[in-house]
T-cell receptor, first 111, second 117 residues
């Protein structure tokens, strides 16, 4: 299975700022996904990121708030923009190799 | 749209006891079904998956799950729990994207497992 890393692993941010989360995979993958896991909750899909095309966002998530880049087949970024305390969550990327494998997550706390 | 229900929010078992975590799904076609485990402070690790074929699937760490179409269930079992199994367990169903060959996962709310020494 693919080995997935995320940076940063955790961060504490101030309200109104933005944070970019990186996801790196050790092999080329077609589809990458970004999920949010709010405290005590399950995972919710934010968007699907394909290389060379715009990300596809799920209901309730918009590009202005969560811009995503996918410059190549091994890398993607998710930016959480104009953060508020409600954005405090774990953000996980995953890749699809017949089965979805997940990165370790980025734990974000917004004050 | 697909959905997943994990009826038990929190389960406590004694070490060495057997375990069954319940999962019910709703999906109009044959589902892809998964169990993931999330240890404290960690990401998700795939325990096992069902795509087709034998309805009893074996996974890592001694876990197994049985797909029962008539009951729309995919319960996770382990005959003897170890203290290191304490974690949160998520059931998920995958639906096929049109034309993409990949799928979108819908997760249940999770079941937290505590193990008493």
């Amino acid at each position: 299975s693919a080995v997935i890393s995320q940076k940063p692993s955790r961060d504490i941010c101030q309200r109104g700022t933005s944070l970019t989360i990186q996801c790196q995979v050790d092999s080329q993958v077609t589809m990458m996904f970004w999920y949010r896991q709010q405290p005590g909750q399950s995972l919710t899909l934010i968007a699907t990121a394909n290389q060379g095309s715009e990300a596809t966002y799920e209901s309730g998530f918009v590009i202005d708030k969560f811009p995503i880049s996918r410059p190549n087949l091994t890398f993607s970024t998710l930016t959480v923009s104009n953060m508020s305390p409600e954005d405090s969550s774990i953000y996980l990327c995953s890749v699809d190799e017949e089965t979805q494998y997940f990165g370790p997550g980025t734990r974000l706390l917004v004050l | 749209a697909q959905s997943v229900t994990q009826p038990d929010i929190h389960i406590t078992v004694s070490e060495g006891a057997s375990l069954e975590l319940r999962c019910n799904y709703s999906y109009g076609a044959t589902p892809y079904l998964f169990w993931y485990v999330q240890s404290p402070g960690q990401g998700l690790q795939l325990l096992l998956k069902y795509f087709s074929g034998d309805t009893l699937v074996q996974g890592i760490k001694g876990f197994e799950a049985e797909f029962k179409r008539s009951q729309s269930s995919f319960n996770l079992r382990k005959p003897s729990v170890h203290w290191s199994d304490a974690a949160e367990y998520f059931c998920a169903v995958g639906a096929t994207y049109s034309g993409a060959g990949s799928y979108q996962l819908t997760f249940g709310k999770g079941t937290k497992l505590s193990v008493i020494p």
